[in-house]
């Protein structure tokens, strides 16, 4: 039996906020990788900046009109977390504490989109996607809390370096929706 395949309604709904979301890692990698003398403010607002917006547009993402219900839950609660860890980065002093506040949201936002992945991907094909954003999270996750070690240059770096392969995943992912989105507008033109 081939896996389902994702509407064009889906394509449509779900294009914004995983462009968005891919945007955020890709404006976090490309600070990370310029700002050569960044300081703990800088790691600890732009951390907290990316955490926020990251948990903003996975919301977004579960909350489109063909997305099912059963998953709102848990991605209220990922979302929510990322967004609480992202306020509480803003006032970290320290990269240690960027880094297990960062570590946190990314380890349960992996769970979720794990648990999206496994149980609801036969209902909303574009949680196939999850898999690879919940392999990068987890081993993100962990990545930092090796790195705890780390000055607020090297943290930033190293967060840097896992948003890179969000975004460029997300923003693959947002083109072929978008792609699967116009591609059926001329075909239900015809057929009206």
Known sequence: MPAPKTTPAQAQDV???????????????????????????????????????????????????SAPEKSRAAYALGAG???????????????????????????VTGLVEFYVFAKLRAQFPPFRNQLITAAVS???????????????????????????????FELIAAFGHRHDAKAAAPTEIENN
Do not use: C, E, K, N
Request: charged content about 5%; proline content about 3%; overall charge neutral.
């Open 15 to 65: 294009f914004r906020p995983v462009f968005l979301r891919g945007l955020g890692a890709l404006v976090y990698s490309l600070i990370s990788i310029f700002w050569i003398h960044a300081d703990q403010s800088v790691l600890s607002y732009a951390t907290g900046a990316l955490l926020v917006v990251t948990g903003a547009f996975m919301w977004q993402y579960v909350t489109v009109p």
């Open 138 to 168: 987890v081993v993100l996750a962990i990545a930092l809390l090796f790195g705890t070690g780390l000055d607020a240059h090297g943290m930033f770096g190293l967060i840097g370096g896992g948003t890179i392969i969000f975004a460029v």
């Open 81 to 107: 977390l990322m967004l609480l860890a992202g306020i509480a980065a803003l006032f970290a002093t320290t990269p240690m504490w960027v880094a297990y506040l960062a570590a946190f949201a990314f380890f």
